[in-house]
């Protein structure tokens, strides 16, 4: 069962993707979650929650319908779980940020959910602004990581790999990125400090991803972390930007 919040779902998907207000789903399995998740987000005037959904593949279906720019994706859910639909909107919809918003922190849904393409993930312990800030990083196309989480995938990946270095496709320029990238600066920043264009910034980004096999810039921060091109203290302990 899809519910819709807006009184034209047609309307509501012949959207721009990117505008000033974003455009949220909230898919989860418990109805009270979703309904005070939205009444929160009501409070925010440049959140607007398009929809809800009540397991994975009605979220694969909301998205597809109503474009959101956002899905707040819980992972434990019946049938088609968070993960596989984070999986499955990934290739289908990579434009669409998903944020995990779950009570769990153990890395057998951390990992998978940051494999699967998730560019966000948040514990439902979390406050409503690191909620709102959370949304708000993602849509911009950064990651946002909750502090637990970090410290957990940044322990975990802190040795470098023993397999060969996959990095060694990558150019000299494409190594510079991705390493300001594993620190935490944004596309802006990385212009900046490399004197190059915000557009020339997300061509080497997009070449990095693709040459890496990665879907996100939180993958990628790992990968850099994972094989030595930064170090732990280098990385933003909370999101990667």
Known sequence: MIQQT???ATAVAAQPQFQ??????????????????????ATEPRIEVVGEAQDGNDAI???????????LMDIVMPGVDGLEATRRLAHSQPQVRILVLTSFAGDDKIFPAI???????????SGPEE?????????RGESSLHPTVARRLLRELACPSEQGPESDCLTEREIEVLQLVAQGQSNR???????????????????????LNLCSRTQAALYALREGLVSLNDCDPVGVN
């Open 20 to 41: 000033d207000t974003i455009r949220v789903l909230v898919a989860d399995d418990h109805a009270i979650v979703r309904k005070g998740i939205c009444a929160l987000l």
């Open 189 to 211: 920043q990385v212009a900046n400090l490399l004197t190059i264009s915000e557009a020339t910034v997300r061509t080497h980004v997009s070449n990095i991803l693709s040459k």
């Open 61 to 71: 279906t909301a998205a597809q319908r109503l474009q959101p720019d956002v899905i």
């Open 6 to 8: 807006t009184g034209n």
């Open 131 to 139: 909620l709102v800030h959370a949304i708000q990083q993602v849509y």
């Open 115 to 125: 494999k699967a393409g998730a560019l966000g993930y948040l514990l439902k312990d």
